[in-house]
């Protein structure tokens, strides 16, 4: 089939959303198709040249075009605004075969209601940078939004120079955000705010609807999706660089691949945003700021908890802070699957004495666990914390330490050689990408940037 479009989104009070037009040029190509995709969301477009197949993931062929842009509010860096879909609108939801639905999204499509000052547009380097890491993160295993394909529309855009414009067609299961309920609660009509919720908790988490306190139990499944996906995270030494409410998703998924990048040496308090210059999106933040984050989405749905606002607000507190716990519950265990500790001890001096010599050494994160598996460690960095471990007899490393991550030098390098029409590169590190605890990966796959190489800002990419 092609697509299978019914939208439930725009039943919602019409606040939530604009319906909008794309803004897209004739002169489309193909730079990436996720054929993987395509096949797990039922989407047949084998009988189809590249312009028909670039007309249908853009929706030309559509007798019915229902696109629209969803309206939603964030805190970015700590401070409240209005935002929405600015570069940004939905196809549609597309159903599978087997009923599950899914946003089809473009990014890049030209100016909507919500683009504020911007142009609506995206520009080829940033859309690879997400298709390339969005597929990674997928394919190491965690839950994220997903890379469809990106078309270049032959218009060139200014940036800091000019660039060849381009649109991602990006697939998630649903795009609502903590900005969107800070968004409905914004305009404190009641009514229109509890469709949100009833909508959000019937797609997202259908097991809760006849729960007689299923907004308490949304938010502890909120809460925990978080707690899982920031752990996963640091299992791979992904930063995420702009974890602005808008940039959470209700879903669990990770989103939004702006300024991100993995970690290479290993510092925790690594960043690698141009325009976070307080380090609050560090790498040993995430899990501080995903809890902030959740704090405000709480406040938005008080309300709902209890009648009594003081109740509420003590019920919404506990389960808040228990995140800590869970998390470093969770943390620790994910921490001792990497380096094969017992499960049934306290390891948190044993972990933290490792991330320390790694930071003090600065060695690389990904290759230290991997060194690690192959019992390949340099023994006198090592030496007295070998002293301690005594695991490695009983290996049982599986699908936890990856040896291939989206490394920003080698993403880097495939985007400038794209930018000069070369995509060959471009098209090997896709492949590689497919298989991150493949061992038998090439070295130039694995290696760490050498000094020259090494990239320490990322930018959005806006
Ligand atoms: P982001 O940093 O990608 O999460 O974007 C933050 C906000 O800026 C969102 O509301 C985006 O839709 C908007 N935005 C980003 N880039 C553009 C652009 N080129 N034109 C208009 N709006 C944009
Ligand atoms: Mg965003």
Redesign the pocket.
């Known amino acids: 089939m092609v697509w299978n479009f019914h939208n439930s989104y725009t039943d919602l009070p019409n606040i939530y959303y604009s319906k909008v037009k794309p803004e897209i040029s004739n002169d489309k190509k193909l730079i990436l198709f996720n054929k993987d995709l395509a096949e797990e969301i039922d989407l047949n477009l084998d009988n189809y040249d590249e312009n028909e197949i670039c007309d249908i993931l853009l929706g030309n062929q559509l007798s019915n075009k229902n696109y629209f842009s969803q309206a939603y509010a964030g805190h ?1 860096f700590g401070h409240f605004t209005i ?6 609108l939905l196809l549609g939801e597309h159903i599978t075969r087997n009923n599950k639905r899914f946003d089809i999204q473009l990014k890049g499509s030209g ?1 909507t209601p ?3 000052n ?5 520009v080829l380097g940033p859309m690879i940078r997400e298709y390339l890491i969005s597929e990674a993160m997928h394919n190491l295993g965690i839950s994220s939004t997903r890379a469809l394909a990106v078309i270049t529309t032959g218009e060139n855009i200014l940036r800091e120079r000019v660039e060849p414009g381009a649109i991602l067609i990006r697939v998630a299961k649903s795009h609502i955000r903590v900005g969107t309920f800070q968004f409905g609660n914004l305009l404190k009509k009641r009514e229109e705010f509890d469709i949100l919720i009833n909508y959000t908790v019937d797609r997202l988490f259908p097991e809760l609807i006849n729960e007689s306190n299923k907004y308490i139990k949304f938010f502890e499944k909120v809460c925990v999706l978080q707690i899982n996906l920031i752990t996963e995270w640091m299992r791979v030494g992904f930063i995420h660089g ?1 974890m ?1 409410t ?2 959470m998703s209700l879903s669990g998924e990770t989103i ?1 691949y ?1 300024p991100c990048a993995f970690l290479d040496n290993y510092n925790p308090k690594t960043v690698f945003s141009s325009i976070d210059k307080m380090g609050r999106y560090s790498f040993e933040n995430q899990p501080k700021v995903s809890l902030w984050n959740l704090a405000r989405f709480a406040e938005t749905i008080l309300h709902l908890v209890d009648s009594n606002e003081k109740k509420s607000i003590k019920i919404v507190e506990e389960i808040l802070n228990e995140y800590n716990n869970k998390f470093i519950l969770n943390w620790n265990i994910m921490m001792s699957k990497k380096l094969n500790l017992d499960l049934n001890n306290d390891n948190t001096n044993i972990i933290k004495n490792f991330l320390d010599i790694m930071h003090i050494h600065k060695l690389d994160y990904t290759n230290t666990f991997i060194n690690l598996e192959n019992n390949n460690l340099d023994k006198n960095i090592f030496k007295d914390w070998y002293i301690k471990y005594n695991n490695l007899k009983n290996k049982k490393f599986d699908k936890i330490n990856p040896i291939v991550i989206p490394r920003n030098h080698l993403i880097e390098k495939v985007i400038n050689e794209s930018h000069s029409g070369n995509f060959e590169s471009l098209y090997e590190y896709e492949k590689i990408l497919k298989n991150p605890y493949d061992k038998n990966i090439k070295n130039k796959f694995t290696n760490p940037p050498t000094e020259n190489e090494k990239i320490y800002e990322t930018f ?1 990419g ?1």
């Open positions: 970015q935002l929405g879909d600015g570069r940004a100016k919500y683009s504020r911007g142009d609506g547009k995206a702009v602005n808008d940039n939004d702006g959005c806006t």
